[in-house]
């Protein structure tokens, strides 16, 4: 029920912004999460937004990434900056159907396709 959107292959050092959209969930209501997943790893949380806009970012997020959300769009948005080799990934978003963060990605039970993001190195 989940669409992610927006990746693609940008030098280091460059921006994307991820795009995440619904179309029978009414986003605005839950908290949207942001988890990447590199070849042969597991799914790594990047940010999160809850429903009433608080953010969190992960480790190697912050400074660099930011996560927010026009409610009149049914979309939430990851504008990522100054890319580095090391957040190659598929980018996927997902929400658990509840207004705040939660602390476990087992917890999310929607997930979009995935969006391919490549920094090379």
């Known amino acids: 029920q989940l669409q992610a959107s927006g990746g693609g292959l940008v030098q280091p050092g460059g921006s994307l912004r991820l795009s995440c959209t619904a179309s029978e969930l009414a986003l605005p209501f839950y908290a949207i999460a942001w988890y990447l997943q590199a070849p042969g790893k597991e799914r790594e949380g990047v940010s999160c937004?809850?429903?009433?806009?608080?953010?969190f970012y992960g480790h190697s997020a912050k400074g660099r990434f930011t996560i927010s959300r026009d409610n009149t769009k049914n979309t939430v948005y990851l504008q990522m900056n100054n890319l580095k080799p090391e957040d190659t990934a598929v980018y996927y978003c997902a929400t658990g159907v509840s207004g705040g963060c939660l602390p476990l990605v087992d917890l999310y039970d929607y997930w979009g396709q995935g969006t391919q993001v490549t920094s090379p190195a």
């Open positions: 937004i809850s429903s009433d806009g608080r953010t």
